[in-house]
């Protein structure tokens, strides 16, 4: 398993991932990317996790506005046949050690309360994120917003 910078040539194959997973739409990726793919000065992170020389997974993350230090993963995907498998928890660790190294302080994942979600939410919990916030009836009615934090110091 390999976490690198995403690439241009990885689209496709993380389309597949969004497809899968129905994170959001796979046909927003091109455009998401578009600015981290042009921009020699971006500050937004996309890794990709490799299996076998092939895209499996994607992590994005920002920098929160107005905050000192502070960034926010506002997706991490993994195929499904990959899944359970290490990858995301890689990108996790990998993208926790790049902010760390960069001296920025905690890193949070918003996330949905709905049973469908149960499992991203086990994901964060089991790599050390603590359910820091709940936002009531926030994405719908009866869908609360929940915030996963995690210090990178």
């Not at 506002?74 to 046949?81: D, N, Y």
């Not at 949070?108 to 820091?132: C, L, M, P």
């Amino acid at each position: 398993m390999k976490i690198r910078p995403t690439e241009e040539g990885d689209i496709t194959a993380l389309q597949q991932v969004l497809e899968g997973t129905d994170l959001f739409p796979a046909q927003m990726l091109p455009e998401m990317l578009s600015g981290f793919l042009l921009q020699d000065e971006s500050r937004d992170i996309w890794l990709t996790c490799e299996a076998s020389s092939r895209p499996v997974g994607f992590c994005y993350a920002v920098p929160e506005q107005l905050a000192d230090g502070a960034w926010n993963m506002l997706a991490i995907a993994v195929l499904p046949s990959k899944q359970g498998g290490g990858c995301g928890g890689a990108m996790a660790r990998h993208l926790e050690g790049m902010l760390a190294a960069r001296g920025q302080r905690i890193l949070i994942a918003d996330t949905s309360g709905v049973e469908v979600f149960a499992q991203a939410r086990a994901f964060y919990r089991k790599n050390g994120y603590v359910e820091e916030a709940r936002i009531r009836d926030f994405w719908a009615a009866g869908d609360d917003k929940i915030v996963f934090w995690k210090s990178l110091g």
